[in-house]
């Protein structure tokens, strides 16, 4: 019997008759909306989030209480960056018997609903990036599981972990000023994730009030660095030094360039973020900017084992410190390498 202090858990059986439906047509909206006619799908989701219903997992779970299991929640998996994080993350989860499932989100619909089915069957979520959820149902998920941020908007009471962008992407940028380059471009959607906003702010303040061309907008994919060279070749952009959002463009831009006749770093200089592997080898080096992908990932992985045992979540921000990593695609002479003092957390 609920009292004051516990109040009555919310079950399928509430959903279904605040909805006035089924028990097994609101069963059919949690696992296969698309088989469920929209306006009656429409009238379980609103029940479902007016009674910010999460559904429970298997009964051996509920028993145990815990699933051994973290959610994680990234938008692809494409590249080495998304490699580079997930091995950093199963490697501390696995050191404690720990399971971890994975959501992507690139192309999901009904994405609130796949994240509190999700959050039924793991003792935890790390969300990375901006998801587009609702507030009520990101509060549904941390009243009933401890929630992390990764790389996405800062929200009260959200903790999360990120990497350092801003200062690292002033120093780059400083640095290209420094070999005369007076007509830089920065290649990057700034609107549609924090850490490229972040990089794009540092490009600006490397200015110092000087004026700054518009971002020129791409996707972080190599079609997309493909695409931008198109334009530099064309004439369509006139610039002297590309500042790209991350290695998998400017290492695109790079050899689409360097095919077009054009020469790096002699008449365009071609920068980067993330020091992938490749980056090392392409002539001429890539010059870039290093974060600990892999420690990212195992740093919000331990935090996570924290808080699954109990302890108290915080609304602190941790940012792993980044590194300016100097080789050849900005003009210096090859083989040159500049690192950083570590960063303050």
Known sequence: MATAAEPARVTVYTVAERAGVSVATVSRVLQEPQLVRETTRAKVLQAIDELDYVPH?????????????????????????????LMGYESVAAEAGHSVILLLTEGKTNLDLQLRRMAGNVDG???????????SSLAALRRRIPVLGLT????????????ENRASAERLTRHLR???????????????ARDVRERYEGFVAAHDGAPVADPIAAELRER????????????AIYTDALVCANDELALAVQDRLT?????????????GWDDVMTARYVRPALTTVAQPVRALGAAAAARMRELIGGAPSTCDEHTLPTTLVIRASCGCPAGRRSPNPPQKE
């Open 224 to 235: 997309e660095g493909h695409r931008v060279a198109e334009l530099v070749l064309s004439g």
């Open 125 to 135: 979520l790390v969300l990375m990036g901006p998801l587009g959820m609702s507030s």
């Open 259 to 271: 095919d077009g006749g054009v020469d790096v770093p002699g008449d365009i200089a071609v920068v």
């Open 57 to 85: 997992g298997a009964a051996r779970s509920l028993a145990s209480a815990q699933h051994e299991a973290h959610g994680l929640v990234l938008p692809e998996l494409g590249g080495p960056y998304y490699s580079e994080l």
């Open 152 to 163: 996405g908007p800062s929200h009260d009471g959200y903790e999360s972990f990120a990497t």
């Open 178 to 192: 420094e070999h005369g380059r007076r007509r830089l471009a920065f290649v990057g959607s700034p609107d549609q």
